[in-house]
């Protein structure tokens, strides 16, 4: 089962340049969403979708945007890319409503992110 | 809005001891609880969950109980080993928007 799936595992960028973060699932989850960890600050929410075509703003937006063309993509996209941005970004996903798993977040295995 | 407090530590026990991490929260209507856990360089796996109050969650030797009187869902084990040094992360979920997680716990265990 491959799960959540992100790409690239780990990527360096110039102050300014854009660049996507892609997300990938395979488990029909409704609910989709990126988090950002930074030292001693946990995870953050950025952006999260709960459906295609559907997306919301999270605690940290600024400077990154998302878009759900179909259930099983959501990529991150920085236009850009600020050092602020410097960070381990998580992709997740879940299912919204019934089931045993409801409400549990399923987390791919990071994206490690550096902006020179 | 929702919230997560637990301690930040880093926590160190030797192998065999008791463990004990506190968390609290503060969240409008009914939350499901999480203890998330991560290892050196992996993603988050979740560890156990309580989805009402009272639930006890369990799993690996972990326990917490969803306790709403203290607003609480403390993370413990009896016996802890070399191999359950990681970060620990407890989190909750009261609506569609996501997980609200506290700062991780790292803990660290010694032969």
């Given at each position: 089962n491959a799960g959540v799936t992100q790409t690239p595992k780990f990527q360096v960028l110039k102050t300014g340049q854009s660049m996507t973060l892609q997300c990938a699932q395979d488990?029909?989850?409704?609910y989709m969403s990126w988090y950002r960890q930074d030292p001693g600050m946990g995870l953050r929410l950025i952006h999260y979708s709960v459906g295609a075509g559907i997306t919301d703003q999270g605690e940290v937006p600024n400077g990154y945007n998302v878009s759900r063309s179909t259930t099983e993509d959501f990529p991150l996209r920085l236009l850009s890319a600020a050092p602020s941005q410097t960070s381990v970004y998580f992709c997740a996903s879940s299912y919204l409503a019934g089931g045993p798993t409801t409400g549990e977040l399923f987390f791919g295995e990071g994206s490690r992110l550096t902006v020179l | 809005g929702n919230s997560v407090t637990q301690m930040e530590g880093p926590v160190t026990l030797s192998e065999e001891a008791f463990l004990t991490i506190n968390c609290t929260y503060t969240a409008t209507g009914y939350p499901s609880l999480f203890w998330y856990v991560q290892y050196p360089g992996e993603g988050l796996q979740l560890l156990l969950k309580a989805t009402k109050a009272d639930d006890k969650g369990s799993n690996k030797g972990f326990e917490a109980t969803y306790r709403k009187e203290t607003t609480s869902f403390h993370l413990e084990k009896g016996s802890v080993q070399v191999s359950d040094s990681a970060v620990y992360f407890c989190a909750l979920r009261g609506g569609a928007d996501g997980l609200t997680f506290g700062k991780g716990t790292h803990l660290i265990i010694q032969p």
């Amino acid at each position: 089962n491959a799960g959540v799936t992100q790409t690239p595992k780990f990527q360096v960028l110039k102050t300014g340049q854009s660049m996507t973060l892609q997300c990938a699932q395979d488990m029909n989850h409704e609910y989709m969403s990126w988090y950002r960890q930074d030292p001693g600050m946990g995870l953050r929410l950025i952006h999260y979708s709960v459906g295609a075509g559907i997306t919301d703003q999270g605690e940290v937006p600024n400077g990154y945007n998302v878009s759900r063309s179909t259930t099983e993509d959501f990529p991150l996209r920085l236009l850009s890319a600020a050092p602020s941005q410097t960070s381990v970004y998580f992709c997740a996903s879940s299912y919204l409503a019934g089931g045993p798993t409801t409400g549990e977040l399923f987390f791919g295995e990071g994206s490690r992110l550096t902006v020179l | 809005g929702n919230s997560v407090t637990q301690m930040e530590g880093p926590v160190t026990l030797s192998e065999e001891a008791f463990l004990t991490i506190n968390c609290t929260y503060t969240a409008t209507g009914y939350p499901s609880l999480f203890w998330y856990v991560q290892y050196p360089g992996e993603g988050l796996q979740l560890l156990l969950k309580a989805t009402k109050a009272d639930d006890k969650g369990s799993n690996k030797g972990f326990e917490a109980t969803y306790r709403k009187e203290t607003t609480s869902f403390h993370l413990e084990k009896g016996s802890v080993q070399v191999s359950d040094s990681a970060v620990y992360f407890c989190a909750l979920r009261g609506g569609a928007d996501g997980l609200t997680f506290g700062k991780g716990t790292h803990l660290i265990i010694q032969p």
